[in-house]
């Protein structure tokens, strides 16, 4: 299993980074803006718990909206 984990930015809104998160993930809204908000006061939040090939793709698609994250082992 592995984590993606979000990184706060200065680039993109909150609101955009809620967005991709509902894109992204199928978060609903509360949910995305949870993750954003822990992301942007904590540096970092954990988006998603799942296999190495889906927590890859979820990275690269945050990538692909400019939003930087990583995929870490657990």
């Given at each position: 299993?592995?984590?993606?984990?979000?990184f706060?930015?200065?680039?993109?809104s909150?609101?955009y980074v809620?967005?991709?998160?509902?894109?992204?993930f199928?978060?609903?809204l509360?949910?995305?803006?949870?993750v954003?908000?822990e992301a942007h006061?904590?540096?970092?939040?954990?988006a998603?718990?799942?296999?190495e090939?889906?927590?890859r793709?979820?990275?690269g698609q945050l990538a692909?909206?400019?939003l930087?994250?990583?995929?870490e082992s657990?």
């Amino acid at each position: 299993m592995c984590q993606v984990v979000l990184f706060n930015d200065d680039h993109n809104s909150m609101e955009y980074v809620v967005l991709c998160l509902m894109h992204v993930f199928g978060y609903n809204l509360p949910i995305a803006a949870k993750v954003m908000f822990e992301a942007h006061s904590r540096g970092k939040s954990i988006a998603e718990v799942e296999s190495e090939a889906s927590a890859r793709r979820h990275q690269g698609q945050l990538a692909a909206h400019g939003l930087m994250s990583e995929v870490e082992s657990i």
